[in-house]
């Protein structure tokens, strides 16, 4: 899969749940859309993503709902 | 086998709780005040001799045919007109009412032609029917004695009816039905007394009218005066049987009338729930491609894409695919292959998929068409409502007052409602549209927009958080509706986020376009007109934030106490005839039949223990992750069933790109199509003609499929599934559809009350359809939302990335025209092309000017995607900074140049907001260049193999 693309869409859906007014709600549901839509293969691809750890392009929010909810995520 | 007759009341019902009695005839009649006599009398078995009354027209009472006498009254009144009162005494038989009928009709025939045995509707004629009731045994006045029209001109322009006003009798029927029922007034009379005759549009011939062959007026023309011409070619009819159309998702009941098992037409069928006995161009007359010569119909295999197709037998085929399936998943893995599954297949072989991809490959890589058109309505009502459905009926629109449509051209794309609601707009029904185009419905014939919000492309979301903000700010919310039926925490965080001065009209219409004045009187005229009902389409749904707009739009309507009776409600029009049912039967890689997830331990058990095999757990791919992963190299193998992804789903070279990487594509079609080219095995598809199931519309309402002709490559499609899945060592059983849905039923909590012998017994059923709605549920949410409390989602508005620049200055929308169908494989093998014979780029003048454009000039169209040529077609349609086209024509190529943008939460592509520069051209695009080497060549690989 390409990563490129696989941060492009995971930062989408952390723009919608940005405005949450709950940041707790929001971590949780960024998390909850991508372990109820996204296939464990594009999950791992973007964790894998996240390890590498270099400018990877997620934004914070998704970076943070991917941090706080990993084990859900993998 | 017989022809189905339907009974003619002569006006239509009306609907009132009060009921009058009166004798008719001897007899003891009650019937709901504002009934005609000549109904009244009918619903007691008494046929009122009629000729220019037809039940789905308003009385006219110009025929004189249908003089009655009633006690006490002097004259002859027409029944037709004559509104039922209690206490009269009617008598519809006497010897003056006879004399008078016959001399009525002898007048008439003394005009008309007597060529009764070799008319085409001969014994299919009203005017022979009651010249034979009326007992007429001559013709005082002569034939050609005296001044006649029976040198008429026939007018022949239209390629599916004649217009001979040789055979007029001026009844008006046409006319009226032309206006009441389709709403174009395209038919008028010419001329006086006895010059009267009708007139298409300006007196031209009907192809060059504003007349849309929607065939209304064939339908209520009482002689051969409007006449197919294929029952003119091929004769009356002998048998008949009710179906469901196969175009768009408004699903009109039709009486399919054979001879043997070939159509001799189609007729829109009274009874049928979605359309009342309406229907539109396509669905009445382009079911010609059924049996047109491009249809394949013996299976074929190859093995590369440069290969000549090998004709071969069903089980070679079969042998074959499936052991290419075997194959790659033993060498790249379970999860390497999957199919897709089709909103033109009925809901029984889309199950079947779904559940061949599930059980039989073992995983969830199972996606369907509707990720490129409603995913957003599945998901957006999902999280507002709790059901991923429309929540009313189509008929619901006749107690509507404000009528809003968003994004939705439905006199274009979903004609039959359309003129459903136009009907209701003449009535007096307030209209909102939000497009950035001039639809028809801004300003249609006695049909003009209270507002027109032309918003630009890619900022529904500021549009419908400005229409909020007014509300919310402006004290017009239900608060009481509100407080009883929704989540208060979530409409408290969303009554503080629209009510931002960010979110304000004002704020916005630098983004939106609009004028903020227009946008609050939309507003103010939603929330306090009346039963408001929102209606919207792919212009809410093919955008970046389509799901966001979606529950935006839910947010409205709870917000303003619209949802949950007749009159109101949000109600997404479907694109094709079965993207509900195709959702419902479980075609999303993450959910079951009835949309439960895969990851729910109980519903995947009952699942596991019906269909004796585990399965997974985790959601599978979805069509654009698909091609990401064949171009990642994990995906090898794509089970196509009557879906053309190539010509469907944007940015073509990357869908073409990800095919090309595939080891085996299997493609089931009636047509060797675009997606066909990429494909190894082609597997002979069959029509709605030639197979038994159901379609589920946008009303949620299911209707049956009849087979009326045998299919051509000899297996219907779930036959050809149930083989290929016993290949796969996973047997699948059924002797006919009915058993599957009786499965889908049995494991399917909103259909358990469906059967097939339910539908017959009812005609159709909405879902839910259950024992606690066991005549299934017109309207949804009623006493409450399905999820409990109606959630309130905030909407912030984000600009879509797809922004206009210096090279590439103009925003691009892609849309569907009346005379052509998705990506035209049917309308395009049917005279149809007449109207839409290629696919032209719309553009404003001032646009056109700046580049020097005119009309009708070859234009290249470019996208950071790619580029295409089209024609260029000045339209007042459009605003300046926007162009527009159609993707009904693969050389056109109108998805080479929109992009791999997709919406946030469902990837549903963002057809709606692509970038391009337009200029003059002279040849066609390097695509187009390519693609019709391409076809040629596979045309003689198809060629060569048969």
Not at chain 2, 282 to 301: E, V
Not at chain 2, 364 to 370: E, L, R, S
Not at chain 2, 833 to 861: K, M
């Amino acid at each position: 899969m390409d990563a490129e693309n696989l941060v492009k869409m995971a930062n989408q859906i952390g723009e919608f749940f940005a405005s949450f007014p709950d940041r707790a709600e929001a971590l949780d549901g960024i998390a909850g859309h991508l372990r109820k839509f996204w296939a464990p293969s594009m999950r791992a691809a973007l964790l894998a993503r996240l390890d590498a750890g270099a400018d990877i392009g997620l934004s914070d929010i998704v970076g943070e709902a991917l941090r706080t909810h990993r084990e859900r995520l993998a | 086998m017989t022809t189905i007759s339907e009974r003619d009341y002569g006006t239509p019902a009306r609907r009132s709780d009060t009921l009058v009695t009166l004798e008719i005839d001897g007899m003891t009649v009650s019937v709901p005040v504002g009934t005609s006599l000549m109904r009244a009398a009918a619903e007691a078995g008494v046929m009122v001799p009629k000729l220019c009354a037809t039940d789905s027209l308003e009385p006219f009472g110009s025929c004189r045919l249908c003089l009655v006498e009633i006690e006490g009254r002097k004259g002859f009144p027409a029944s037709c007109t004559t509104p039922a009162a209690a206490g009269m005494v009617v008598r519809t038989q006497s010897e003056r009412l006879q004399q008078l009928r016959r001399g009525v009709m002898e007048l008439y025939i003394s005009d008309h032609p007597l060529d009764c045995l070799t008319c085409s509707a001969n014994g299919d004629c009203e005017l022979q029917t009651q010249a034979g009731v009326v007992g007429l045994r001559e013709v005082r006045y002569g034939i050609r004695e005296g001044a006649n029209h029976l040198d008429a001109v026939k007018d022949e322009s239209n390629p599916y009816f004649s217009y001979d006003p040789a055979k007029c009798i001026v009844c008006n029927r046409c006319v009226r039905a032309c206006e009441e029922t389709q709403g174009t007034f395209a038919l008028t009379v010419s001329g006086r007394g006895f010059d009267s005759r009708i007139a298409a549009g300006q007196d031209e011939p009907f192809m060059q009218s504003e007349c849309v062959s929607c065939g209304a007026c064939v339908q209520a023309c009482p002689t051969a005066t409007l006449q197919e011409k294929s029952v003119a070619a091929r004769g009356l009819p002998e048998h008949s049987a009710i179906t469901t159309c196969a175009y768009c998702g408004v699903g009109c009941s039709f009486k399919a009338e054979m001879k043997g098992s070939e159509v001799v037409r189609m007729t829109p069928w009274k009874d049928g729930g979605a359309n009342e006995g309406h229907s539109c161009v396509k669905g009445r007359f382009a079911w010609g491609y059924a049996t047109h010569k491009d249809r394949i119909t013996r299976p074929m295999i190859r093995a590369k894409i440069t290969d000549p197709w090998r004709e071969v037998s069903w089980d070679e085929a079969i042998a074959h695919a499936a052991s290419e399936f075997r194959r790659i998943q033993g060498a790249y893995g379970r999860d390497s292959i999957g199919g897709i599954t089709s909103s033109r297949c009925t809901n029984e072989e889309t199950y079947l998929v779904q559940k061949l991809v599930r059980a039989a490959f073992g995983n969830n890589n199972v996606d369907t068409c509707a990720r490129v058109c409603h995913s957003p309505t599945g998901y957006g009502l999902g999280q507002s409502y709790g059901t991923s459905a429309g929540t009313q009926t189509f008929k619901s629109i006749e107690q509507c007052d404000v009528v809003m449509v968003i994004g939705a051209n439905p006199s274009d794309a979903h004609p039959v409602f359309a003129s459903r609601m136009k009907k209701r707009l003449r009535e007096g029904a307030r209209l909102i549209v939000v497009d950035p185009r001039a639809i028809d419905l801004v300003d249609a014939p006695h049909v003009r927009a209270d507002y027109h919000l032309a918003l630009r492309p890619g900022t529904n979301v500021a549009m419908i958080s400005a229409l909020a903000h007014v509300i919310v700010t402006e004290g017009l919310v239900d608060e009481a509706y509100v407080a009883e039926r929704c989540d208060a925490k979530s409409y408290a965080q969303w009554r503080e986020f629209v009510a931002r001065p960010e979110n304000s009209p004002e704020a916005l219409a630098a983004e939106t376009g609009v004028p903020a004045e227009l946008v609050r009187g939309a507003a103010r005229l939603y929330a306090t007109g009346g039963n408001a009902a929102i209606y919207y389409g792919l212009g809410v749904t093919e955008h970046a934030q389509g799901s966001t707009m979606v529950m935006g739009i839910a947010n409205l309507a709870m917000c303003t106490g619209n949802v949950g009776r007749e009159g109101v409600g949000v109600n997404p029009l479907r694109g094709q005839n079965n993207v509900q049912g195709s959702c419902d039967m479980g075609s999303f890689p993450h959910e079951f039949p009835g949309y439960r997830h895969v990851s729910d331990s109980t519903v995947r058990a009952s699942f596991e223990a019906h269909w004796g095999v585990e399965l997974q757990a985790e959601p599978g791919l979805r069509i654009p992750n698909m091609f990401e992963a064949a171009l990642a190299g994990s995906f090898k193998g794509l089970y196509c069933q009557g879906e053309d992804i190539v010509q469907s789903d944007p940015n073509t070279r990357h869908v073409a790109a990800a095919l090309t990487a595939m080891e085996c594509i299997v493609v089931q079609d009636l047509f060797l199509n675009e997606t066909a080219k990429y494909a190894h095995v082609f597997l002979p598809g069959s029509s709605f003609l030639e197979k038994d199931g159901t379609f589920t519309n946008a009303e949620r309402r299911i209707s049956l499929v009849r087979r009326v002709m045998p299919p051509l490559g000899g297996l219907a499609d779930w036959e050809a599934t149930c083989r290929l899945s016993q290949a796969l060592g996973y047997p699948m059983d059924y002797a006919h559809p009915s058993e599957i849905m009786d499965e889908i039923a049995a494991l399917t909590p909103t259909f358990s009350g469906v059967s097939f012998a339910r539908l017959e017994q009812h005609g159709s059923l909405q879902w839910p359809c259950n024992d606690a709605a066991p005549l299934g549920t017109p309207i949804m949410h009623v006493d409450g939302f399905v999820r409990g409390k109606g959630r309130f989602l905030i909407t912030q508005y984000v600009p879509s990335t797809e922004k206009v620049t210096r090279k590439y200055p103009l925003l691009l929308t892609t849309g569907r025209i009346l005379s052509q169908y998705n990506v035209g494989a049917q309308t395009r093998r049917t005279p149809n092309n007449q109207w839409h014979g290629e696919d032209v780029l719309e553009i404003h003048a001032h646009d056109a000017e700046e580049r020097g454009i005119r009309d009708g000039d070859w234009v290249g169209i470019e996208s950071r995607a790619g580029d295409t040529v089209l024609r260029a077609r000045l339209s007042a349609r459009m605003q300046p900074g926007v162009v527009y086209t159609t993707f009904h024509f693969p050389e056109s190529g109108a998805n080479v140049i929109t992009t791999d943008n997709s919406d946030w939460a469902t990837n549903c592509p963002e057809y709606k907001v692509t970038a391009v520069q337009v200029a003059r051209v002279l040849q066609p695009s390097s695509w187009q260049q390519a693609h019709r080497r391409f076809s040629e060549e596979q045309a003689e690989l198809l060629n060569h193999g048969r």
